[in-house]
């Protein structure tokens, strides 16, 4: 199935800022992490329809996860 | 820090006072706003003579504390109609402190049409005539007196805005760099050009360091404080490289970026004004991503933006000031975001109002969506030289919205509504509704807790534990703006519990007390029901404590929610 996988602040260096991905069905945040070589413990937040996610979630056909690292300012 | 600085500006005299015991626990904040309230009657006109511009750095300000380089700002606000307090770097602060001077209070009013200029020295003011300046923006402000006077000379100034006494115009400090900072909102420098005051000079002659009680336990403490700081991921990474504005995409991805005048919650071009962006231009244009807004800092949350040749284009550039003409007013270009926000600190007036008003003033049909180059026409020709036109503009948000007979317009006690969608991230809009200082992001910054997993999770959509959440750090803030301390410390003061501690440990060493974490929750809630009388007696009673009604009315993309809180439940902020 296809994914959108969106990448920001320092998780774009070396790697990407969008890209879609082929994964197969029952893939996880986790899994997708894990195959960009982020470590889950310098994530600051995960999103799906912009609803945060944990790691463990399971992605469906056709959605966006957005990876941040843990990021602030105000 | 002994000495308190008089200056009545109807009999054109200074005098210096020895500290009231009353007084001498307290600093920034808390000293602002307990002067404010002591000695501003509620219901007076804030233009007219009765009202007080106070200065006060904050308790640790002027010593070796990490991020201790701020000082408050407050008086009865033109804008919003109660007690204001504003937080600000520059170099200003820290000198005052070291010359001993505990707050320095502006009051009464000059008669006929003069204006003046104070040059506060360790031991007295000078009130001298002044005219050299008077129509001049900010930065040739600054230059004149750095001439004038000497490099090293601290500046507070105001530019044509506040000369014209707009409900929009702040109060600028001459930074380390000559650059600028601001006492952004509320209209404070209205308050200032109503007193004829256009500049307030610090003569650095005679600083000395602070007495520090214990200098031993102070050094261990701050090396402990500092630790946390570098040791946190947004402190010491974060903000250093990409600012405020790395929130852009984050808040966008949220569902809680205000787009178009609080019409959508995400915009289509948020990459070209992220903070991701921002930083690859900076690089490449050989400006410096990371920089402090004064001396101490160890965030450096402050850059410097070129434009394309390379050439300084403008500092400081935050979050709320890309976010308000970027997503709010649809400007695409972060140069022209850019120039904006150097004009708007050149002029003298507060980058988040502004930018909100203009979103309302194109909504209204007086420019068109997303035309930086008018509105950068209308910032100078209008505001400045304060036409007609300008003068409506200047009135800020609520005023343009009601002179074009709008509803949709965003703001609380008059006050412009920043950066985060109230109706996505709950725990902020609670903030907004409630907090003293009409709607304020930093009062109670719930952002952290709802979008940014600092200090736990709370679910932004979902009412439930906002008010608590808001509460708690609106309690917090009070405390921290008290101490000169940066806000910024929050985000590991959050986290670690150590940061606070060692927060509390230079407290201590500093003073020779033995104050626990308690007593500093104590000052803050102190601060914030000293506020709240004043403010009620103003005439803000809670029914003032509300989001503007089309929050509730109006649903907003892509989470298709609205602001649904039981006015019972939000009057339950103040049961403490
Ligand atoms: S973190 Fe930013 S706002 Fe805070 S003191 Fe440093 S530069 Fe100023």
Redesign the interface.
């Known amino acids: 199935m296809k994914i959108t996988v ?1 990448l ?3 998780f ?1 260096q070396g790697r990407f ?1 969008i890209e879609d991905r082929d994964v197969p069905v029952g893939t996880r945040v986790l899994d997708v992490l894990h195959s960009l070589d982020i470590d889950p413990a ?1 994530v ?2 995960l ?1 799906v ?4 996610v944990e790691v463990d979630r399971v992605l469906d056909e056709g959605e966006a996860i ?1 990876i ?7 | 820090m002994h000495k308190i600085f008089r200056i009545d500006m109807t009999d054109l005299k200074a005098t210096v006072e020895t500290v009231p015991e009353a007084w001498a626990g307290l600093g920034g904040r808390a000293l602002t706003s307990t002067i404010v309230a002591a000695e501003v009657p509620p219901t007076c006109h804030p233009l007219g003579p009765n009202n007080k511009l106070v200065f006060a750095p904050g308790l640790l300000s002027g010593t070796a504390a990490s991020n201790a380089g701020r000082f408050s700002c407050g008086a009865k606000s033109p804008l919003t109609g109660g007690i204001k307090e504003c937080s600000a770097g520059g170099s200003a602060g820290r000198i005052i402190a070291r010359l001993g001077i505990k707050a320095i209070i502006l009051e009464g009013q000059p008669k006929g049409e003069g204006w003046y200029g104070l040059i506060v020295r360790k031991d007295g003011v000078e009130i001298v005539p002044e005219t050299e300046t008077l129509g001049k923006g900010n930065f040739a402000v600054v230059e004149d007196l750095t001439a004038r006077l000497g490099e090293d000379f601290g500046v507070i100034t105001l530019g044509p805005a506040g000369e014209h006494l707009m409900a929009v115009s702040d109060i600028s400090v001459k930074d380390p760099d000559g650059k600028l900072r601001s006492f952004g909102r509320g209209g404070l420098g209205a308050v200032m050009g109503s007193k004829r005051v256009k500049f307030i000079a610090i003569d650095p002659e005679g600083v000395a360091n602070l007495a520090i009680a214990d200098p031993a336990a102070f050094k261990v403490a701050n090396k402990a404080f500092t630790k946390t700081l570098n040791d946190h ?3 010491g ?3 250093k ?7 852009v ?2 808040i966008n ?3 809680g970026l205000p787009t178009k005048n609080f019409t959508s919650g ?1 915009c289509d071009h948020h ?1 070209q004004i992220s ?2 962006q921002m930083y690859d231009n900076i690089v490449a244009r050989g400006g410096e991503p990371t920089h402090g807004c004064s001396v101490g800092c160890q965030i450096q ?1 402050s850059q410097v933006y070129n434009d394309k040749d390379g050439k300084f284009l403008t500092s400081g550039f935050e ?1 709320e000031t890309i976010w308000a003409l970027g997503a709010d007013g649809l400007i695409k270009d972060l140069d022209i975001i850019a120039e904006i926000d150097n004009v708007m600190d050149d002029i003298g007036v507060d980058s988040i109002e502004v930018p909100v008003m203009f979103a309302v003033a194109m909504e209204a049909g007086l420019l068109p969506w997303g035309d930086g180059k008018r509105m950068l026409e209308m910032l100078r020709e209008d505001i400045a030289k304060g036409t007609s036109l300008g003068r409506l503009l200047g009135g800020g948000t609520a005023a343009v919205g009601r002179a074009f007979g709008l509803t949709r317009i965003p703001v609380v006690k008059n006050q412009a509504i920043p950066a985060y969608d109230p109706r ?1 991230i709950k725990g902020i809009g609670v903030t907004y509704a409630t907090t003293t200082m009409g709607a304020d ?2 009062a109670g ?1 719930a ?2 807790t709802n ?4 200090g736990g ?1 709370v679910d932004p ?1 979902s009412n439930d534990g906002q008010v608590d959440l808001s509460r708690n750090l609106q309690i917090a803030t009070a405390a921290v703006d008290s101490t000169g301390l940066c ?2 410390i929050a ?1 590991p003061a959050l986290d670690i519990p150590e940061c606070l501690a060692s927060v509390v440990g230079m407290l201590n060493a500093r003073y020779g007390l033995s104050l626990t974490g308690d007593d500093v929750v104590a000052l803050g809630k102190q601060v914030l029901k000293t506020e709240h009388a004043f403010n009620l007696a103003a005439g803000l009673g809670d029914e003032s404590d509300r989001l503007p009604e089309f929050f509730e009315l109006e649903p907003i993309a ?2 298709q929610v609205k602001w649904d809180m039981d006015p019972k439940e939000l009057a339950t902020f103040w049961s403490f």
């Open positions: 969106k920001f602040a320092t774009r800022k310098d600051g937040t999103f329809k912009g609803r945060a957005a941040f690292p843990l990021v602030g300012g105000g | 991921p947004v402190s990474q974060g903000l490289k990409y600012g405020t504005a790395v929130l995409n984050i991805e949220a569902g995400q990459d903070g991701e949350c979050y996505a992001h930093t910054y952002i952290a979008i940014l997993n600092v999770k959509l806000l910024f985000f892509p989470h």
